[in-house]
């Protein structure tokens, strides 16, 4: 079985400085790993996935995220937080011997942007 | 880009009665997913479909049911609503990858609020 654990439910940095939401999981076998967001009252947009590929994986709005195995570790990054990026996060799982891409969901992690 | 609609943003409806969330995706994605999302529990899997009319029961099915006679579009049906089915649910489309669709990002709509009175 997988599973992702986020580590903060909530992060607050200023405008201006590094972001880091943590993320960490278990799976059985070598895993894909997507970082979404959402706005409020809105859907879930990909930022990035990890698909066996390089292990830093760069995606929108100069996010990034490092894949690392010896310590089942996905944290999102980014080195300059924007008002913009206040949203929630929600780190991803995906189980690698369906027909289809089952996600498995983090329970998300709300980053606040101050002034 | 993969456009997910939800029919309705809000919705209001009484308890024991018959709802349904519709949903269409037109980039003709073989996969089809409904979603709960409650606040400290993420996003839980209710069904998905991996192709017209074929269903799966996802994590937590109970009290719902799935129609899917066109490739585009993936209705939830709640059979008879009840309190504890006030939601955010959230659709999503993924294509098939061959026998392993795991790197396939999934793409969600804008998600219905339904409250039951």
């Known amino acids: 079985a997988q599973s992702v654990t986020q580590l903060d439910s909530h992060v607050s940095v200023s405008e201006g400085t590094p972001v880091l939401l943590r993320c960490n999981y278990s799976?059985?076998?070598?895993?894909?790993l997507f970082w979404y967001v959402q706005h409020p009252n809105k859907g879930l947009q990909l930022l990035l996935k990890y698909t066996s590929a390089a292990t830093l994986v760069k995606g929108i709005n100069g996010f990034e995220a490092e894949f690392k195995k010896s310590e089942t570790s996905f944290h999102l990054t980014k080195p300059s937080a924007h008002m913009s990026d206040a949203a929630e996060y929600f780190c991803v799982v995906s189980d690698r011997t369906g027909t289809a891409s089952k996600l498995t969901f983090g329970t998300g992690t709300r980053l606040q942007v101050t002034l | 880009d993969v456009k997910v609609t939800q029919s309705s943003r809000y919705l209001v409806k009484r308890t024991g009665e018959k709802v349904f969330l519709e949903c269409v995706q037109d980039?003709?994605?073989?996969?089809m997913f409904w979603y709960r999302q409650d606040p400290g529990l993420g996003l839980r899997l209710i069904y998905f479909?991996?192709?017209?009319?074929?269903?799966e029961k996802g994590d937590i099915p109970e009290g719902y049911s799935v129609s899917r006679e066109k490739k585009e579009r993936f209705s939830l049906i709640l059979e008879s609503a009840s309190t504890n089915q006030t939601s955010m649910y959230l659709c999503?489309?993924?294509?098939?990858?061959?026998?392993?669709?795991?790197?396939?990002?999934?793409?969600f709509g804008d998600g219905t609020r339904l409250s039951i009175l």
């Open positions: 999503a489309s993924s294509l098939w990858a061959g026998g392993y669709g795991s790197n396939q990002p999934q793409h």
């Open positions: 479909s991996y192709d017209v009319k074929m269903k």
């Open positions: 980039m003709d994605h073989e996969n």
């Open positions: 799976s059985s076998y070598s895993p894909s």
